[in-house]
C-alpha cells in the first residue's frame, strides 16, 4: 500500500485548507485511515480517522469542530477539510492506513504511512 499525500501549505490564521491521501490498493475499504501531524521537537499526534465505510469518524479534542475527516472509496482517497487554522495547527501532516475495524488514535497499529505535508499557520 503507498499512500500519497497533498494539499499542504502556507495560510493565514483563520484560514482553510484540505488535504488528500490517495492511496494505491486494490480494496481500499479494507483499511481504517487516519490523519496524523508532527510538529518540530514534538512527538507525531493523531489528528483524525475514519472507518472504513465513513461511519466512524474520530477526532483530537483540539481540531474537533475544526477538521473533518471523509472519504471517497471510490477515489481511493480520504480527506482532512481543516478550518479556523490557528498557528499551533503548524506541522507535517501524514496519513495512515490500518487494516483493522476500529480506528486507532495511536501509531502504532497503523501499518501503512504516506510521506507527509507541511501545513504552515501564519499568525
Known amino acids: 500500500v503507498q499512500l500519497q499525500a497533498s494539499g499542504g501549505g502556507l495560510v493565514q490564521a483563520g484560514g482553510s485548507l484540505r488535504l488528500s491521501c490517495a492511496a494505491s490498493?486494490?480494496?481500499?475499504?479494507?483499511?481504517?485511515m487516519g490523519w496524523f501531524r508532527q510538529a518540530p521537537g514534538k512527538e507525531r499526534e493523531f489528528v483524525a480517522g475514519?472507518?472504513?465505510?465513513?461511519?466512524?469518524?474520530n477526532y483530537a479534542y483540539s481540531v474537533k469542530g475544526r477538521f473533518t475527516i471523509s472519504r471517497d472509496n471510490a477515489k481511493n482517497t480520504v480527506y482532512l477539510q481543516m478550518n479556523s487554522l490557528k498557528p499551533e495547527d503548524t506541522a507535517v501532516y501524514y496519513c495512515?492506513?490500518?487494516?483493522?475495524?476500529?480506528?486507532?488514535?495511536?501509531?502504532?497499529?497503523?501499518?501503512?504511512w504516506g510521506q507527509g505535508t507541511q501545513v504552515t499557520v501564519s499568525s
Open positions: 495512515a492506513a490500518n487494516r483493522g475495524v476500529v480506528v486507532p488514535t495511536t501509531t502504532l497499529p497503523y501499518d501503512y
Open positions: 490498493v486494490v480494496t481500499f475499504n479494507n483499511y481504517v
Open positions: 475514519i472507518s472504513r465505510f465513513g461511519g466512524t469518524t
